[in-house]
């Protein structure tokens, strides 16, 4: 079965920064790319970022410049990392993935809380 | 960016009614949109993906159904545990984008 966990959430003030983790089990973590997607409370969901398999990134242009997508294949590991947080990221961040190109979101992890307030 | 504009925004629905959420694209997508059900708290649950193919483990009274610009999501006949919010999403090329969903609520 198919895991993702996040971690690495919490509150930091406007103009910080924070570093999401997301641990992938469950399939080959190196052939397949990995996303971002957040949602603020009560509210829709937003595509934030891309991680191919060999690192390649694609960022919307709300987050272009202020996120980094990573990843560690060997050990199975993604990264956000978000710098000049604004009161406006303040969201759920899940960590996806998918079975293949063509696919739709199959495997979402259970979210991390981003809170950026002063 | 291709916006994708999602209607009705609330449904009021009672149990065996069927139901019907539309999804409109800015331009067109082909057949890379997929449709995810959401529950308070929880993450998305993939549906349908490619416009029509249901996902795995999906009951067949969901059905999706469209290609470039309009789509449609079907429930056939609402059952309890469909009470939720359904959200669709473009694929086609970065960014990828939602709709703004639909809550499905009891009448």
């Known amino acids: 079965e198919v895991y993702l966990v996040e971690s690495g959430g919490g509150l930091v003030q406007p103009g910080g920064s924070l570093r999401l983790s997301c641990a992938a089990s469950g399939f080959t973590f190196s052939n397949h790319e990995v996303h971002w997607v957040r949602q603020v409370t009560g509210r829709g969901l937003e595509w934030v970022s891309k991680i191919g398999p060999s690192g390649e990134t694609g960022y919307p242009d709300s987050v272009r410049g202020r996120f980094t997508g990573s990843r560690e294949n060997a050990k199975n590991s993604a990264f956000l990392q978000m710098n000049s947080l604004r009161v406006e990221d303040t969201a759920v961040y899940y960590c996806v993935g998918r079975r293949g190109y063509g696919y739709g979101i199959d495997y979402w992890g259970q979210g991390t809380l981003v809170t950026v307030s002063s | 960016d291709i916006q994708m504009t999602q209607s009705p925004s609330t449904l009021s629905a009672s149990v065996g009614d069927r139901v019907t959420i539309t999804c409109r694209a800015s331009?067109?997508?082909?057949?890379?949109l997929a449709w995810y059900q959401q529950k308070p708290g929880k993450a998305p649950k993939l549906l349908i993906y490619k416009a029509s193919t249901l996902g795995t483990g999906v009951p067949s009274r969901f059905s999706g159904s469209g290609s470039g610009t309009e789509f449609t999501l079907t429930i056939s006949s609402l059952q309890p545990d469909d009470f939720a919010t359904y959200y669709c999403?473009?694929?086609?090329?970065?960014?990828?984008?939602f709709g703004q969903g639909t809550k499905v609520e009891i009448k």
């Open positions: 331009q067109s997508i082909s057949n890379w």
């Open positions: 999403h473009r694929y086609d090329t970065s960014p990828w984008t």
